[in-house]
């Protein structure tokens, strides 16, 4: 018989996860928590910038959207590859490496002076998003299980909380001190998290046997590097661009390939056969859908607040203040830690995720009715946090309860990998959408209104889909003490 506890949270009978006195537990999440604000803080740190920089580098704008492309490749690569290296080295020891390629690439960055310079600063910073993860697969060795649930949901809400919170910090000080001070933060952060995480963290006694994957780092790293920079690059240079067709298409065949070869090795980078059991595959396909619907949202809600009031549909604000409006979707989902931790025990991670989709769904649905003032879509914000934070929290519960303590680094790793493809073709349709629909009015170029609403819409439709797959996640059952096996 299925217990409350299995049907929500992972258990902890599957892992002899070490046990931590409250006062030291409570720390240890703090200082994770800290780590995944940082790494989150640092994927929208040149946002404020990011037009001024072909004139303060003193390049072209193609160039420098290689700053942004290159942080968007090095995540996607490096999250899955430091959760296998985490089940195999020690988790806390990958995730203080990962903070010092941060700390390092921030303090190039905070003396770059060309563009050449910056992207290598931005891929070395790129590494750091295995952080979230990671952290989270710590919290199921150290965390007793009835704390085990919102502070999953904590860390993983760190990865929309460090963006919203990040972007009015980053705009007020691109507006008030150099810019290169933005990277002097991100520096101090990461150097105060490695030591948090060196003092305080303990080592994990999860050890997962086996050797170093090269081939599928190789393969997966080619393939997704082909696969993401067509799809984020493809909109510039055009769908049927050679450049986006030679990428986007060997990109896939690599992956194709890579597949092939991981279903054949004995210590695969990444267990196909687990990933494929269906509330693994079910929950990754949720995370891309979440993801996109979480994108469109950050794209369509700081350019209606930011265009011009003659343009007919821009609130005309400035990029401080528009950030303070979305900020508190970051703050919404910080305070659905604890609730989604009792929601998921009480009700199982399986509704969690789809009440979060319920009230994503209801947050366009609103954005789609109600977007000509700044409380309301301050108070979209605020919802669309809650919805986020809920389905952020109850993804990586769905995964630890499919697997093994002893895989859920990298099981963690590629459904953080889910999360931010779905983000890229969010991207990637959106800026199509608005590029597409781009009218003249009142002397103001930019977006049309019904732009606008047709990316709220797809939103509205990814949020859809997301509940939809959600419902057909089967619940876990304990076939024998120490194992979760799927209904």
């Known amino acids: 018989m299925t217990s409350t506890r299995a049907q929500g949270m992972p258990l902890a009978a599957d892992d002899d996860r070490t046990r931590m006195p409250r006062h030291r537990s409570g720390v240890i999440l703090a200082v994770l928590a800290f780590a995944g604000l940082g790494a989150s803080f640092m994927q929208t740190i040149l946002i404020p910038i990011q037009g001024e920089l072909p004139r303060l580098l003193n390049t072209t704008s193609e160039n420098t959207a290689w700053a942004i492309t290159a942080t968007l490749v090095a995540a996607a690569v490096c999250t899955p590859v430091a959760g296998r290296l985490g089940d195999m080295f020690g988790k806390r020891r990958i995730v203080m490496s990962l903070l010092l390629l941060q700390a390092a690439g921030a303090i190039l960055a905070a003396f770059a002076g060309d563009v050449t310079t910056l992207i290598v600063a931005r891929a070395l910073q790129g590494a750091?998003?295995?952080?979230?993860?990671?952290?989270?697969?710590?919290?199921?060795?150290?965390?007793?299980?009835?704390?085990?649930?919102?502070?999953?949901?904590?860390?993983?809400?760190?990865?929309?909380?460090?963006?919203?919170?990040?972007?009015?910090?980053?705009?007020?000080?691109?507006?008030?001190?150099?810019?290169?001070?933005?990277?002097?933060?991100?520096?101090?952060?990461?150097?105060?998290?490695?030591?948090?995480?060196?003092?305080?963290?303990?080592?994990?006694?999860?050890?997962?046997?086996?050797?170093?994957?090269?081939?599928?780092?190789?393969?997966?790293?080619?393939?997704?590097?082909?696969?993401l920079i067509a799809v984020s690059r493809g909109g510039e240079w055009g769908w049927a661009d050679a450049r986006t067709l030679t990428l986007l298409i060997g990109g896939a065949i690599v992956l194709v390939i890579w597949g092939a070869i991981e279903l054949r090795v004995k210590d695969p980078l990444v267990d196909l056969r687990v990933s494929a059991r269906a509330p693994v595959l079910l929950t990754n396909l949720a995370s891309v859908t979440m993801g996109f619907a979480l994108f469109a949202s950050n794209v369509v809600l700081p350019q209606l607040l930011t265009l011009p009031q003659a343009s007919g549909i821009g609130l005309g604000l400035t990029l401080t203040v528009a950030a303070l409006v979305v900020a508190p979707s970051g703050l919404a989902m910080m305070a659905m830690s604890p609730?989604?931790?009792?929601?998921?025990?009480?009700?199982?991670?399986?509704?969690?995720?789809?009440?979060?989709?319920?009230?994503?769904?209801?947050?366009?649905?609103?954005?789609?009715?109600?977007?000509?003032?700044?409380?309301?879509?301050?108070?979209?914000?605020?919802?669309?946090?809650?919805?986020?934070?809920?389905?952020?929290?109850?993804?990586?519960?769905?995964?630890?309860?499919?697997?093994?303590?002893?895989?859920?680094?990298?099981?963690?790793?590629?459904?953080?990998?889910?999360?931010?493809?779905?983000?890229?073709?969010?991207?990637?349709?959106?800026?199509?959408?608005?590029?597409?629909?781009?009218?003249?009015?009142?002397g103001v170029t930019g977006p049309s209104e019904g732009g606008f609403l047709f990316t709220l819409a797809l939103g509205l439709g990814a949020a859809i889909v997301t509940f939809i797959i959600a419902a057909f996640i089967p619940r876990p059952r304990v076939a024998q003490e120490g194992t979760v096996e799927p209904s």
Request: include cysteine; hydrophobic fraction near 60%.
């Open 339 to 442: 609730v989604a931790g009792k929601v998921g025990q009480r009700w199982g991670a399986k509704r969690l995720l789809l009440l979060g989709a319920v009230i994503l769904a209801l947050a366009y649905g609103l954005a789609l009715a109600f977007h000509a003032q700044v409380w309301q879509i301050l108070v979209v914000s605020i919802v669309l946090g809650i919805g986020v934070g809920l389905g952020y929290a109850a993804m990586p519960a769905l995964i630890m309860q499919a697997v093994s303590a002893h895989a859920s680094g990298a099981a963690n790793g590629l459904n953080a990998l889910m999360r931010s493809l779905g983000t890229t073709i969010a991207a990637a349709v959106t800026g199509a959408v608005l590029a597409q629909s781009v009218t003249t009015i009142g």
């Open 128 to 227: 750091v998003a295995g952080v979230i993860p990671l952290g989270i697969s710590i919290l199921r060795d150290v965390l007793p299980p009835q704390k085990l649930g919102a502070g999953i949901a904590l860390v993983s809400a760190t990865l929309g909380v460090g963006g919203a919170l990040g972007l009015p910090l980053s705009a007020l000080v691109a507006e008030h001190l150099d810019w290169h001070a933005l990277f002097w933060v991100a520096a101090v952060i990461a150097v105060l998290a490695f030591l948090g995480c060196a003092v305080f963290v303990p080592g994990s006694t999860q050890r997962s046997p086996g050797r170093v994957d090269v081939v599928g780092i190789v393969g997966l790293s080619l393939g997704l590097v082909g696969v």
